[in-house]
């Protein structure tokens, strides 16, 4: 039986990545899925699940050992997004913003005092780290920020307002953008790191959500919130350009978690089609299902490979900003048909919450619009092969 993650053929896992998958995929099955559907029923956060993942030195994979990480390097870290995702999206969504958006920024761009400070802290687990860009008024139009950041002696003062910011209630810092110089546009917005205890920080409520309802997620307001100047994450009036390439390598990480929950629906419509019986014989032996679960086996390897080698560009250091907008956008396209089409396989079934699938289409429909909306990823595609053709013809 067809079953991509059990095969290491045309992945060229190494040993050790392929040791990661199996023992995130057996905490996964064994520990989060037998959770994922009362934390969504009751919109809350498993922290007792959390706290193994971090026994499990999750938080650690891509990080080198010097700073308490395993460097196993971004493929790894998208091996265990994808398994745990494949049976809890919200679970999938939690490491992964800890990782790629909470803690890589400040390891990558963070000063040395930040860097030793706070990366060993967030990589050990004695908090979550999250990262605000999205404001009421600024989404995908990212350099539209709000939030002003003026200078008082020793310190900015930030104020404004951030919303979405996942893993908020339990994080420890906090990476955010505001306009440091307003006559400069985008080249004028500012990076900054903020304790929990910062002066002038408040947190409000994040609202119901659709899916990834096991997720945190709150609101950040900036009351006049006092940063020290030596808090500025990278240059100042580069936090523009900081936050972009932090969601480059988010891309990944959202394509890690699109692909987890579309390999889950397709095992669990897979299983009840072969299980399932109609007009005297089982689905799976109706020609429109078996040509729904070949689509979807399809697309699903078409992703994972997409995905992997993306990873594996930025491992080894190139430029992976457009293979990560492709792995981004064909994962997480394909986990919203894949999702549709395990409710369909389903039936009335799958319209209830007695089956996961409902809840994977659900959680699917973040993943098209998380780390920039799929008509961004098209245009951030769109551009480079554009500029790509152009230089081809020496325009």
């Not at 745990?84 to 000063?111: E, Q």
């Not at 972009?244 to 929950?261: D, F, P, V």
Request: proline share 4%; hydrophobic share 40%; glycine share 12%.
């Amino acid at each position: 039986m067809y079953s991509p993650p059990d095969i290491h053929h045309g992945l060229d896992l190494t040993e050790d990545e392929g040791m990661i998958r199996d023992m995130v995929r057996e905490f996964a099955d064994n520990e989060v899925a037998p959770r994922a559907a009362a934390i969504d029923e009751e919109h809350s956060f498993p922290l007792e699940t959390w706290e193994q993942i971090v026994e499990l030195g999750l938080p650690g994979i891509p990080f080198p050992e010097e700073l308490g990480g395993a460097d196993s390097g971004t493929l790894a870290y998208v091996l265990a997004v994808e398994e745990l995702s494949r049976v809890c999206g919200s679970t999938g969504l939690t490491l992964a913003a800890h990782v790629s958006l909470g803690t890589y920024p400040i390891y990558k761009w963070g000063s040395e005092r930040m860097r030793t400070e706070y990366v060993p802290k967030l990589i050990a687990g004695e908090f979550m780290g999250a990262y605000g860009l999205t404001e009421p008024n600024a989404g995908s139009d990212s350099g539209g920020t709000e939030t002003m950041a003026r200078r008082d002696g020793d310190e900015w003062v930030l104020t404004g307002r951030k919303c979405f910011i996942t893993n908020a209630n339990y994080s420890g810092t906090f990476i955010v953008t505001a306009v440091s110089d307003k006559d400069l546009g985008p080249k004028g917005i500012s990076a900054f790191v903020l304790t929990k205890d910062t002066p002038g920080l408040v947190l409000e409520p994040g609202e119901k959500k659709l899916g990834m309802r096991g997720s945190d997620w709150a609101s950040l307001v900036f009351e006049e919130a006092r940063v020290p100047a030596d808090h500025v994450l990278g240059p100042e009036g580069e936090g523009f350009a900081t936050f972009m390439k932090t969601l480059e390598g988010g891309r990944i990480s959202i394509g890690a978690l699109g692909l987890g929950i579309a390999q889950g629906a397709y095992e669990c419509a897979r299983r009840y089609a072969c299980e399932r019986e109609a007009f005297g014989k089982t689905l799976a032996d109706q020609q429109a299902v078996a040509f729904k679960l070949a689509d979807m086996a399809v697309q699903i390897e078409a992703s994972r490979h997409l995905v992997y080698h993306a990873a594996r560009m930025k491992d080894a250091g190139e430029d992976f900003g457009t293979a990560a907008a492709m792995a981004k956008l064909h994962s997480s396209e394909t986990a919203m048909k894949v999702t549709y089409d395990a409710i369909q396989i389903y039936g009335g079934m799958g319209y209830s919450r007695e089956y996961p699938v409902e809840r994977m289409w659900r959680d699917a429909k973040l993943c098209t619009i998380g780390e920039g909306t799929s008509e961004i990823q098209r245009l951030i595609i769109g551009r480079d092969i554009i500029k790509g053709a152009r230089a081809a013809l020496g325009a």
